[in-house]
């Protein structure tokens, strides 16, 4: 339903920060339930963050959870997912989903519940 674009994907070294960017191209989402997820090489994409549009609640993969920040500007019409003490464990293709929330159920960590992706942009943290 929506176009969505990533940006600020890079390399890094260990223990340091990025910040990833995700932006619509077309309408807004202001009204989505917002995720990220990412994907390693031989791996399956993987949930990292959600946050939702009611209450703004938000959740982190276990792996995440006091390193990762995500956050939405609704004025601005971004989500961004803040990322620090960086790990080689962190090395993927990170994606930007949006869910309109029709279903009634936030099933926020499977990819499934996600109708509209962005293209991912890469991030590399290096030893």
């Known amino acids: 339903q929506v176009q969505l674009v990533e940006s600020g994907g890079g390399l890094v070294q260990a223990g340091g920060s990025l910040r990833l960017s995700c932006a619509p191209s077309?309408?807004?989402?202001?009204?989505?339930?917002m995720g990220w997820f990412r994907q390693a090489p031989g791996k399956e994409r993987e949930f990292v963050a959600a946050?939702?549009?009611?209450?703004?609640?938000?959740y982190y993969a276990d792996s995440v959870k006091g390193r990762f920040t995500i956050s939405r500007d609704n004025a601005k019409n971004t989500l961004s997912l803040q990322m620090k003490s960086l790990k080689t464990e962190d090395t993927a293709v990170y994606y930007c989903?949006?869910?309109?929330?029709?279903?009634?159920?936030?099933?926020?960590?499977?990819?499934?519940?996600?109708?509209?992706w962005g293209q991912g942009t890469q991030v590399t943290v290096s030893s």
């Open positions: 077309g309408r807004t989402f202001s009204t989505y339930n």
């Open positions: 989903a949006a869910d309109r929330g029709v279903s009634g159920s936030y099933h926020y960590t499977s990819a499934d519940e996600y109708e509209s």
């Open positions: 946050i939702r549009w009611i209450g703004g609640i938000t």
